[in-house]
């Protein structure tokens, strides 16, 4: 069976030839004369310092950097610099040498051999730095080891490759004239060398190249023992003590040696001598003795020596003529034709007797050994192979794909084999690979080696601590990997490096491009001899770049793969039944979406159902955990899509996702426990089968259990957060839409107020769908059927101290409520028992206006019927609360008004202010203005800045600090298409900003010919006035005209489709935007000092309309119409000749900021016209805003205060 596989292998790799130039056969005696060439040069030289100092000295001068400084981008630079002045030191004092010395030396010079000879550093080519990092190290080798003739050679002839002009020129041009005539002419006709460098530069380098190769073969089968080839008697030449300090006489007499030298025809030698060849090495019988490559050899005479390397070399030439002419006809266990052909094509004019023995030895034995014949063949053919890298990657695909199966199965039939002989082959078949990865510049040569050593690792994992014994970089590998060697993916992924290697590599943009080109077809087949693809083990690695480091590191990662395009690609990656894989892909798409939420649209776009059913129908636990989080985070969409995909899941599943689920919940770590509950509780939902009650049973059990345990409080918020929008629905972002969808159930209309709500796109499309409301009462009656457990596992909830179990609780009363109020009064009855207490709580000052208006929400569907009555069980303070709420929501009025048709005596009003909020920012200048944006505070600084603060509490924190205004920013406004922004400045210009992924952008810029004074919007109409005192209006194609062109205009006010504006001669004027009709709702001062009589202030509140000059005046909308006096308000600030700067109105009070005391605000109540105290800021306040009950004023100082009654 073996020898079955080794031929299909040998007749998969007939085809694949390296190069011919590569290959072509050079004569021993010019190997031979080559190396005592450059061993000679390099030995004059040692013993040579005169040229030795001129050779430094044009390297020093060439650096330039004889100030001994150097940066860190010329630290490459600087140890070709120091490693040159440091060997030079070495050889001049011998006596304090030794070998690791030498090797530091040696070390020094491999970064910058390293360099990509075709780029620049710090000034100077690559090409100069590598050719002299080469040379040197070729000195060194000889200073290091005297006898390691080829490694000398080696790395001359590479720096010989890399510049041929260099050496000629400046470094060895003795040595190089002698070359080029004794050894590299032989090779070419003579006409090919013409008199142009360029042309002679570039046969200079095919010579060098052809030369290294065969002198790195003669190495590596000469692995740990010294060269066959320059075992030679004659010792006048390499081991010469006389070196002239003229190099020329030196090299004119080796010239002449080297020429004159008689090289006859030699004759194969006689194999009772005992000289092995690597395959008779390998058909030896197997003892327990090591056996080296030259066991037996004791003696070599003069002529053996070269004869010895003719057959050596001979031999390899047979052996690849054998895969020239191999035919692909079948391969029977007979393999005496081909033996014979093997020995034959080696010389026609050998002597055939020589041979005689060894044919019947072979043909006598074949039989019974041929699998051994055969794995002999092929074990030389790859070590010459290897030995020629540059044949690996020139071969077609498919010669590409046979050349790993067969280098790997040689590599495996060697490393079940024991003996030296065996590991040392092993050894130098690792040692090549590595070599070609880090020094090969071919791409094809480099992703060859790399596919070779990944399936061989693949096969053998132990294989990868040899690996970095022997010195495998990682860094070798990314280089390959950004060369576009794709396979490196998978060989970095087989090595396993940790997280933070990884992340130092910078892999992520080639990452990204394997993926977007795995659907190319040449990943589609992939390669047979790996088990990965490049994009499999890509997936892989991008698994661990975003999610094993810190919040920041994770999303700089994250933000290169979340476009749709890599998305889709991602998609594509994982095989069929690759779990593995699967799961990979699972976390980063949960990933994804947590970064961009917009991620799930392309996921459901893109994705195909089955595959991730399959994770949780699989056996695997860390599958069941995958599967269930990436469908956690899928599912949070608007709920009609997600509707849509769990009716998928439910048919792709089946029984068998529902028993899964229900095992789960029973068995798996808590988190995990609830993810499955909810899962199982939504699919139950969808098929409202009053069979599975046992499901929705264990289902509910689960989360409620979690929710009322307080000893783990992660465990306890995840169930309230499940539970909280399980009955509601989401963004396509993921951000929870449930309680904007409640609280416009409960009435809140208002963009100012539906903009102090935190976390909410009012714009988004998911508060209009109608699958909500649905799917909320489907959820309700399956939750209720629990009865009072239910609701006493929510009121403990609702009493936890952590804030947001608390919230989310109130949530789930909120939508268990609109069903509630549907259901029987026994049941309305039950709950509001158990809840209402704790609900009331809710409702007070101080709270966030969402959890009031839910609180509203749950009083009203609660007590409905029945409850009223326990209205009147509600605490004044309740009650005072639902007053100031019933401007902003209906349900709370509605209260109110039963509290009222109940306790028809006074309400208590608490004129008690308290400090609740203080931000201070130095250096802006004074806060202009102030208003609330997607739940955050913004102010406008005079310097042009606008700061945007995050208020939870009685703690603000700057979350971002904006620039783009030039001059001070004076108004802020709201923009209801869209939910925009408006900033208005003392630059004459107009910003329109909008939040996307919770940061600011400017969409727009209106440029006007004034200064803005103040802003204001009636739907698409944006109202300016400016610093001259004149309203302008634009329109939504952004056209501007004049209004009320003869009034110079102090102050603005829309309200419900009209726009009040506040005129110098104190008259009051309204504009109906519906028809554009306009109208005089106050007349002109009559005093002759009407230049102090200007309205600075105009406030609506209800049906009422104040305004501020002199004094405050306020009256219904509608007597303003008719100019009469009935149930008029007036209120004169104590000082006297003051007038009301600035003026805000909530339900109770009314706030002056006067011009006699601009530092403090005037409290009055609104009903009876008293004042009832004062607040001080500190300095002048420039800007005023009320919400959510709340008082806040910015000062000349910069400093934000705000205030509440509590």
């Known amino acids: 069976m073996i020898y079955l596989f080794v031929v299909r292998l040998k007749r998969a790799t007939v085809h694949h030839q390296p190069p011919k130039q590569h290959h072509e056969s050079i004569q021993p005696h010019l190997l031979r004369l080559l190396v005592t060439l450059i061993n000679h040069h390099f030995n004059c030289l040692l013993s040579n310092p005169k040229t030795r100092k001129i050779l430094q000295a044009k390297c020093s001068r060439k650096l330039g950097l004889k100030n001994h400084h150097f940066e860190s981008s010329s630290s490459v630079v600087s140890n070709l610099y120091w490693g040159i002045h440091t060997v030079e030191a070495a050889i001049q004092c011998p006596q304090g040498m030794n070998k690791a010395n030498l090797q530091t030396f040696e070390n020094m010079f491999q970064a910058p051999a390293l360099l990509n000879e075709n780029g620049m550093t710090a000034g100077i080519s690559n090409a100069y730095l590598v050719c002299c990092s080469y040379f040197y190290l070729a000195l060194v080798r000889k200073l290091l080891l005297q006898r390691d003739e080829l490694q000398v050679a080696l790395h001359f002839l590479q720096a010989l490759v890399v510049s041929p002009v260099l050496v000629r020129t400046e470094l060895a041009p003795d040595l190089y004239r002698t070359m080029l005539h004794s050894c590299i002419l032989p090779l070419k006709p003579a006409h090919y060398f013409k008199q142009n460098h360029y042309e002679e530069a570039a046969n200079v380098k095919w010579g060098a190249a052809s030369y290294k190769a065969w002198l790195m073969y003669h190495q590596v089968i000469s692995y740990?023992?010294?060269?066959?080839?320059?075992?030679?008697k004659s010792q006048q030449i390499r081991n010469s003590k006389a070196c002239s300090t003229s190099s020329s006489n030196s090299y004119e007499h080796l010239h002449q040696l080297g020429t004159h030298q008689n090289f006859k025809k030699v004759h194969p030698i006689d194999p009772q001598q005992g000289i092995k060849r690597l395959q008779d090495l390998l058909l030896e019988d197997q003892s327990d003795s090591p056996t080296s490559l030259y066991s037996g050899t004791t003696h070599f005479e003069d002529q053996d020596s070269e004869e010895n390397a003719d057959k050596f070399d001979t031999s390899l030439r047979s052996l690849l003529g054998v895969a020239d002419t191999e035919t692909e006809t079948p391969i029977t266990m007979s393999k005496a034709p081909n033996i014979t052909k093997f020995w034959n094509c080696i010389d026609d004019e050998k002597d055939e007797s020589t041979f005689q023995n060894q044919r019947e030895y072979f043909q006598g034995t074949c039989a019974e050994n041929s699998y051994r014949v055969e794995q002999a063949e092929i074990v030389e053919k790859v070590i010459s192979k290897l030995c020629f890298s540059e044949g690996l990657g020139k071969s077609q695909d498919h010669d590409d794909d046979s050349s790993t199966v067969e280098i790997t199965a040689v590599y495996e039939m060697l490393a079940s084999k024991p003996g030296l002989k065996y590991s040392l082959l092993k050894d130098v078949i690792l040692d090549q690979l590595l070599m070609a990865l880090s020094t090969s510049k071919e791409q094809g040569v480099t992703r060859a080696s790399v596919s070779i050593l990944s399936s061989i690792i693949s096969g053998n994992p132990s294989v990868i601590q040899e690996l970095k014994k022997k010195g495998l970089k990682l860094d070798d590998l990314a280089n390959a990997l950004k060369r576009d060697v794709y396979e490196a993916a998978v060989l970095i992924y087989l090595i396993n490096p940790s997280p933070n290697e990884i992340k130092t590599l910078q892999?992520?943009?080639?990452?990204?491009?394997?993926?977007?080109?795995?659907?190319?077809?040449?990943?589609?087949?992939?390669?047979?001899?790996?088990?990965?693809?490049?994009?499999?083990?890509?997936?892989?690695?991008?698994q661990v770049l975003v999610t094993a480091f810190d919040y920041s590191t994770n999303n700089t990662h994250l933000a290169?793969?979340?476009?749709?395009?890599?998305?889709?690609?991602?998609?594509?990656?994982?095989?069929?039944g690759n779990l593995e894989q699967l799961i990979s892909l699972a976390a980063i798409l949960v990933k994804c979406m947590r970064f961009n939420g917009q991620c799930r649209y392309h996921i459901l776009e893109f994705t195909h159902i089955s595959p991730f059913i399959s994770l949780i129908l699989s056996n695997h636990k860390h599958a069941i955990l995958a599967g269930l989080e990436f469908y956690h985070e899928l599912l949070r969409m608007p709920r009609s899509s997600s509707v849509s995909l769990l009716q998928q899941l439910r048919e792709g599943g089946g029984i068998n996702?529902?028993?899964?689920?229900?095992?789960?919940?029973?068995?798996?770590q808590q988190e995990y426990k609830l993810l499955a509950a909810s899962l199982l509780l939504q699919l139950d939902i969808l098929e409202d089968s009053l069979d599975n009650i046992l499901n929705r049973e264990v289902a509910i059990e689960a989360l409620l259990g979690s929710l009322t345990c307080e000893e783990n409080s992660d465990e306890q918020q995840l169930a309230a957060f499940l539970l909280s929008n399980l009955g509601g629905t989401y963004a396509w972002t993921g951000e929870p839409c449930t309680i904007a969808w409640l609280v416009k159930k409960a009435g809140l209309n208002s963009m100012l107020h539906k903009n102090i709500v935190k976390n909410i796109d009012w714009s988004d499309d998911t508060l209009q769908e109608n699958g909500t409301e649905t799917w909320c009462g489907k959820v309700a009656r399956h939750i209720t059927k629990g009865g009072s457990p239910v609701f006493y596992a929510l009121e403990k909830g609702l009493k936890s101290k952590n804030k947001r179990v608390s919230r989310d609780c109130l949530t789930v009363i909120a939508w268990i409520g609109c069903e509630i109020v549907k259901g029987p009064d026994d049941l309305r009855c039950l709950a509001c028992d158990i809840l209402l207490s704790t609900i009331e709580q809710y409702v007070h000052p101080g709270k966030e206006l969402e959890e009031r208006l839910l609180a509203c929400l749950c009083i009203y569907n609660y007590t409905f019927g029945r409850g009223m009555q326990k209205i009147t069980q509600f605490s004044e303070g309740v009650r005072e609360s639902l007053r100031r709420l019933s401007s902003i929501s209906w349900m709370a009025e509605e209260l109110l008004k039963v509290a009222d048709y109940y306790m028809p005596n006074r309400w208590r009003i608490s004129c008690v202010h308290t400090q609740v909020l203080e931000a201070n920012y130095n250096g802006s200048g004074a806060v202009n203005s102030l208003i609330y944006y997607r739940g955050q505070l913004f102010s406008g600084y005079s310097n042009g800045s606008i700061k945007v603060w995050d208020i939870k509490g009685q703690t603000t924190t700057l979350v971002s600090d904006i620039k783009e205004h030039k001059k001070a920013v004076t108004c802020f406004a709201l923009l209801e298409p869209g939910n925009c922004l408006l900033s208005g400045s003392a630059d004459k210009t107009i910003r329109i900003w909008k939040m996307f992924e919770k940061k600011m952008k400017c969409i727009e810029v209106i440029t006007t010919k004034d200064s803005i004074q103040s802003l204001e919007t009636c739907a698409e109409l944006i109202f300016t006035v400016t610093h001259n005192h004149k309203v302008k209006v634009f329109d939504s194609s952004r056209k501007v005209k004049d209004v009320f062109k003869h009034k110079h205009v102090k102050c603005i006010r829309a309200s419900q489709g009209k726009v009040y504006i506040g005129c110098m001669d104190s008259s009051i004027q309204e504009l109906s935007t519906g028809n554009n009709r306009q109208q005089e709702i106050k007349a002109?001062?009559?005093?002759?000092?009407?230049?102090?009589?200007?309205i600075n202030s105009i406030s609506v509140y209800k049906d009422w309309l104040y305004s501020a000059s002199s004094c405050v005046d306020g009256s219904r909308?509608?007597?303003?119409?008719?100019?009469?006096?009935?149930?008029?308000?007036?209120?004169?600030p104590s000082e006297k000749r003051s007038n009301v700067v600035a003026m805000s109105i909530v339900e109770d009070f009314i706030y002056l900021n006067s011009s006699c005391s601009a530092s403090n605000l005037e409290i009055w109540l609104r009903g009876t016209e008293h004042k009832v105290g004062r607040l001080s800021a500190g300095s002048k306040i420039t800007s005023m805003l009320t919400a959510n009950d709340?008082?806040?004023?910015?000062?000349?100082?910069?400093?934000?205060k705000g205030w509440i009654p509590l």
Not at 1120 to 1129: L, S
Not at 1190 to 1200: A, D, P, V, Y
């Open 1117 to 1132: 909308i509608k007597d303003w119409r008719r100019q009469t006096k009935g149930g008029q308000v007036c209120i004169v």
């Open 224 to 232: 740990g023992h010294s060269p066959l080839l320059m075992r030679d």
């Open 657 to 668: 996702i529902m028993c899964v689920l229900l095992l789960t919940i029973q068995q798996t």
């Open 560 to 576: 290169a793969i979340t476009s749709p395009k890599v998305i889709s690609s991602l998609l594509n990656v994982p095989r069929d």
């Open 1190 to 1200: 709340m008082i806040l004023c910015g000062t000349e100082s910069g400093l934000i």
């Open 507 to 542: 892999l992520m943009p080639t990452l990204v491009k394997i993926i977007c080109t795995s659907s190319s077809s040449c990943y589609q087949s992939g390669s047979k001899s790996l088990l990965l693809t490049p994009p499999s083990a890509s997936l892989m690695i991008i």
């Open 1084 to 1094: 002109p001062s009559k005093s002759w000092r009407m230049q102090n009589k200007p």
